[in-house]
């Protein structure tokens, strides 16, 4: 699981996903998402699934971004990549969440 906090606006955390999203490769694709406004806090949500060939399947990556105009939070939970009867991944699920918090970090998230 990622968890990331910043002194950064919410439109502009929620750039920042999107940009780190196209940095994870080709063959990531936006299952869905939503968006909403509380009360003065927004709500960013994005799945995302990309193919793994060393094991010949897809992990997903479920993105929430909350926030203001000044402080957000980004937090992402890998799930899926088991193939097979013993659903062996690989550890695929957990890359893709590394590679995106290292994109986000590179982007100046803590």
Avoid: C, W
Wanted: overall charge negative.
């Amino acid at each position: 699981m990622v968890e990331l906090e910043a002194s950064l606006g919410f439109e502009d955390a929620k750039a920042l996903v999107r940009r780190a999203i196209t940095q994870l490769g080709v063959s990531v694709e936006v299952a869905g998402k939503l968006e909403h406004d509380m009360d003065g806090t927004s709500l960013y949500v994005v799945v995302i699934e990309k193919y793994f060939i060393r094991n010949g399947s897809y992990a997903s990556l479920t993105i929430v971004v909350t926030g203001d105009d000044a402080r957000s939070r980004v937090e992402a939970i890998p799930a899926g990549a088991g193939d097979g009867v013993f659903n062996i991944g690989f550890g695929a699920h957990r890359r893709f969440a590394e590679d995106f918090e290292q994109a986000m970090r590179d982007a100046g998230y803590e």
